[in-house]
């Protein structure tokens, strides 16, 4: 049996949302190199302290997004199967090469904020994303077309992330109710992310990946690579992927299609909010889909991993 586990992105980061994490002991370097990239400030206290405003502005979400992501992992590594398959979104793939430990917790966050800091660098005022459900694949790249938007994320049942600035956007999402699409919101993301107005910082975190040194991928850890859903069987070309990702189409329906096709027996999310889980559980109803906020407990989460069983350890191809 495998375990698909999917590390959110940005967007849905919540007061609460180390309610389960804060306390385990294993999470704790993961909370104390976090505080260090946020000014001293632990990012426990700090998502309690500040306004959505501030929780949702680049560099902070990236960088506690993923702590919550790694801090997770930390508290439940020991109960998970052995078979484990591993998948991100948008910054979660930084997440998930942490968790299939290619890179220990500290390096990922240090790249997770240069991965930030970046972004915010190559990206105009106003830029954004806006996610629409209901359309074609087809009626969006024209909507794109006609508004100098990019197709940011692919996702299942014909949604769909685009990139670009605030006007076009503004201006795509009227349209779009216009043709009658089912849901246009705009996501609380203030950079055009998985589009080529970030292609400079794709290419100068492609150069911060060169210089950084990662581990061998492991036995029993399937990693796949956001770009085309692919595995990531070699780590030269992976880092470059993870580069590219900034400023390509991010294409998930792919990754959970590569999740199931090796066999994933459940889903679960790490990340605040269930977005990812939700989606799971629309497009494969048949397979368990779950958030690590559906669990009152860390306990809790542990029980439910349990049932899955250890197994003997496979070799993915």
């Known amino acids: 049996m495998s375990l698909a586990i999917l590390c959110s992105g940005q967007?849905?980061?919540?007061?609460?949302?180390?309610?389960?994490?804060?306390?385990?002991?294993?999470?704790?370097?993961?909370?104390?190199?976090?505080?260090?990239?946020?000014?001293?400030?632990?990012?426990?206290?700090?998502?309690?302290?500040?306004?959505t405003e501030v929780l949702h502005r680049n560099r902070i979400a990236q960088i506690i997004c993923v702590s919550q992501a790694l801090a997770a992992a930390a508290a439940l590594r020991n109960v998970w199967p052995d078979r484990i398959l591993l998948a991100g979104y948008s910054v979660g793939e930084v997440a998930a090469w942490g968790?299939?430990?290619?890179?220990?917790?500290?390096?990922?966050?240090?790249?997770?904020?240069?991965?930030?800091?970046l972004m915010d660098e190559a990206s105009a005022p106003g830029d954004g994303l806006l996610s629409i459900r209901g359309l074609s694949r087809s009626a969006v790249e024209e909507l794109c077309k006609h508004h100098s938007a990019e197709i940011a994320i692919v996702n299942p049942n014909d949604a769909f992330v685009l990139g670009g600035s605030g006007a076009a956007l503004d201006a795509l999402a009227i349209e779009a109710m216009r043709v009658?699409?089912?849901?246009?919101?705009?996501?609380?993301?203030?950079?055009?992310?998985?589009?080529?107005?970030?292609?400079?910082?794709?290419?100068?975190?492609?150069?911060?990946?060169?210089?950084?040194?990662?581990?061998?991928?492991?036995?029993?850890?399937?990693?796949?690579s956001g770009v085309d859903g692919t595995a990531v069987l070699d780590l030269a070309s992976g880092k470059?992927?993870?580069?590219?990702?900034?400023?390509?189409?991010?294409?998930?329906?792919?990754?959970?299609?590569?999740?199931?096709?090796?066999?994933?027996?459940?889903?679960?999310?790490?990340?605040?909010?269930?977005?990812?889980?939700?989606?799971?559980?629309?497009?494969?109803?048949d397979i368990p889909s779950r958030h690590l906020g559906d669990f009152s407990t860390i306990e809790g989460a542990a029980s439910w991993l349990k049932?899955?069983?250890?197994?003997?350890r496979d070799h993915f191809v």
Not at 42 to 51: H, I, K
Not at 307 to 312: D, I, K, N, P, Q
């Open 11 to 51: 967007g849905l980061q919540h007061s609460r949302m180390f309610s389960l994490t804060s306390s385990a002991p294993a999470a704790e370097p993961v909370f104390a190199h976090a505080a260090k990239l946020l000014g001293g400030r632990d990012p426990r206290d700090l998502v309690q302290a500040e306004p």
């Open 99 to 117: 968790i299939a430990q290619l890179l220990d917790e500290a390096t990922t966050l240090d790249l997770v904020a240069v991965r930030a800091e």
């Open 180 to 224: 009658g699409t089912a849901a246009v919101t705009r996501i609380a993301v203030n950079v055009a992310a998985h589009t080529a107005r970030l292609a400079a910082a794709s290419l100068k975190f492609q150069a911060a990946l060169e210089r950084t040194p990662a581990i061998k991928m492991r036995t029993g850890v399937r990693l796949f």
């Open 240 to 285: 470059s992927k993870l580069a590219e990702q900034i400023c390509r189409t991010v294409q998930w329906q792919a990754c959970l299609e590569g999740c199931v096709e090796a066999g994933a027996s459940a889903f679960l999310e790490f990340g605040p909010g269930a977005a990812l889980s939700k989606m799971c559980a629309r497009a494969y109803p």
């Open 307 to 312: 049932r899955f069983g250890s197994g003997v």
